[in-house]
């Protein structure tokens, strides 16, 4: 999902890039990650393979940790042998939600599920590059990928009414093209300059619940949308109650402010039919 609009991005600003899909690249295994870095001598490598299913991570931590820790470590290296800058994507998940302010990137980090502790080794291995940025970002939705959206479509196409959507956990909704633009910006400033390396966080403006962000999808089409608890909706992975990201950080070293996730839904909708 975030991979084809960084892709799209980045050719619309004229930039050389090359993709690499799965089949391409595994990134779990060595040898052809150091073969296609050492191939294409990249200045700037990001990494948005990921291991994202939250649920099932909890049956399978050992595949999100090769995934989204180990394999970070092979690409690391790789970044170092090309002197490359290395863009890891991280989450939300690493944070536990039990602050009521938004996360800093100088917050303490305790994520509550597998997956969360996976991408947080990712974290750990992304910094063993020189050249570093880690992007957590939060509650992300775009027109290549299933998301938040699309579920809450496929629910009214089912018929389902009312919708009933948890409202007693607060992000930051992200459009991925969104996201694009704020990782280009910052990877920029980051090949140029260390003192804009380390850990970033990018997400949407404003903060809303799962419900507020649910009404927006369905506004207009006469679905009903009725707040719930989580405790109704028990899934395998623990969800943080609250994992607002503050993106003071990015504000300061871009000069620009997030984009709003309204207007991402907006376009959203008209993009994917
Ligand atoms: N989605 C969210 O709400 C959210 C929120 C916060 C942060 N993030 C982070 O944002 C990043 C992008 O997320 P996304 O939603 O765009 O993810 P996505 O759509 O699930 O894309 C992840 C991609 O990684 C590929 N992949 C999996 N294992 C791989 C391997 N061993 N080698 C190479 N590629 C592999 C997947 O291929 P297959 O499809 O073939 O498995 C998929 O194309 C991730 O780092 C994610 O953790 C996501």
């Known amino acids: 999902m975030l991979g084809t609009d960084l892709r799209d991005e980045l050719t619309s600003l004229g930039e050389r890039v090359i993709t690499l899909s799965r089949a391409e690249l595994d990134v779990t295994d060595s040898r052809a990650v150091n073969a296609a870095i050492a191939e294409h001598k990249p200045s700037i490598i990001i990494n948005c393979a990921a291991y994202t299913k939250v649920d099932l991570a909890e049956q399978e931590e050992a595949l999100a940790n090769a995934i989204n820790g180990s394999s970070v470590e092979l690409l690391a290296d790789a970044a170092n042998a090309v002197d490359a800058l290395l863009v890891q994507v991280s989450t939300d998940f690493v944070f536990d939600g039990e602050q009521r302010t938004p996360y800093e990137v100088t917050d303490a980090t305790n994520p509550l599920s597998a997956y969360g502790r996976s991408k ?130 990015y504000e300061r070293l871009t000069g620009v402010k997030p984009a709003s996730w309204r207007e991402g839904l907006a376009e959203y909708l008209e993009r994917r039919t």
Not at 137 to 149: A, I, Q
């Open 120 to 249: 947080f080794l990712g974290e750990v291995a992304a910094a063993h590059a020189h050249k570093h940025l880690i992007v957590r970002t939060s509650w992300l939705f775009g027109v290549h990928g299933p998301n938040f959206v699309e579920a809450i479509r496929n629910q009214i196409r089912k018929g389902t009414n009312p919708l009933r959507v948890v409202n007693d956990q607060h992000g930051r909704p992200t459009y991925t093209p969104h996201l694009a633009s704020a990782i280009v910006r910052l990877a920029r400033i980051a090949n140029e300059s260390d003192v804009a390396r380390g850990v970033v966080h990018y997400a949407d403006a404003d903060a809303c619940s799962w419900f507020d962000f649910a009404r927006a999808i369905v506004e207009g089409s006469g679905i009903d949308v009725q707040p719930v608890s989580s405790d109704e909706f028990p899934r395998p992975a623990k969800r943080p109650a609250y994992s607002v990201l503050s993106t003071e950080r």
